[in-house]
């Protein structure tokens, strides 16, 4: 190599790597000991999304839901499904609903159960997800309380629901009283709940909670938030802050009256 090839050769300077906004987005949760817990992509693919191939644009989203609702997907609130070639989907649990109702000022409470039909033909609603021996489970049942209202109550039907696969078929009285809770408590509770759906409620039979408000209205390359929110990401930081309006705590929820 001559000596012009070689001062050549030194000056080549590689090409910077590009790194994209979710690389550095960091959430900030809660922990249930108080302090903080930092979430961001190398921690989560190297962790509960170990070997998965997650699309930067589910990544966002996903970090963005777990700040927003603060989810800690160490604790199974909040965490990310993908089959094969199909998209990410966005998990969260049953707890998680709960979690959020309970920090409502006006909650009060939920009772729930099953329904079933004796063969004279009565249908009775009885609480939890016991049942004897010649009944027949139909439905599930919730009421969700708040103060100075009516109870929310839903009521759903087992064989409009029930896919007869996995744990449908062990329990089915549990899976039915499930989705009667979720769906009480997303009626008691729209502006904290909306948009939040179980997979039980959908076609896809092999996720637990689906999140398909969020997936549908969050895909964005540069500023990352939710549209009821004032999440915003630091595009130079990565780190998910509220604007100077918005508080930790969530606010007094006004669901409609009965």
Not at 203 to 212: N, S, T
Request: glycine content about 6%.
């Amino acid at each position: 190599m001559s000596e012009i090839q070689n001062v050549a050769a030194t000056q080549q300077v590689a090409p910077a790597q590009q790194v994209s906004i979710v690389d550095k987005m960091v959430a900030t949760i809660k922990g249930i000991d108080g302090n903080d817990v930092k979430i961001n992509k190398r921690i989560l693919m190297d962790t509960i999304c170990k070997g998965m191939k997650i699309s930067d644009s589910d990544m966002a989203q996903f970090i963005t839901l777990c700040q927003v609702n603060q989810l800690n997907p160490f604790l199974r609130e909040a965490y990310l499904v993908k089959y094969g070639d199909a998209p990410s989907q966005m998990i969260v649990s049953k707890e998680a609903f709960m979690k959020r109702a309970d920090r409502c000022a006006d909650f009060e409470g939920i009772e729930s159960g099953v329904i079933v039909v004796n063969k004279e033909g009565v249908v009775q609603n009885l609480v939890g997800t016991f049942f004897p021996q010649g009944l027949t489970l139909v439905g599930g049942w919730c009421d969700v309380y708040r103060k100075n209202r009516r109870p929310y109550r839903q009521t759903v039907s087992l064989q409009e629901y029930d896919k007869k696969q996995s744990t449908w078929k062990q329990m089915p009285a549990t899976m039915i009283r499930k989705v009667a809770e979720v769906q009480a408590l997303r009626e008691a509770f729209p502006n904290t709940l909306s948009g939040l759906y179980v997979s039980d409620e959908m076609q896809d039979a092999d996720a637990v909670e689906v999140v398909e408000h969020e997936k549908a209205n969050l895909a964005n390359k540069e500023t990352i938030a939710f549209e009821d929110s004032t999440q915003r990401v630091n595009r130079e930081t990565g780190e998910i802050t509220p604007s100077t309006s918005h508080t930790n705590s969530l606010p007094f929820e006004e669901g409609p009256a009965y």
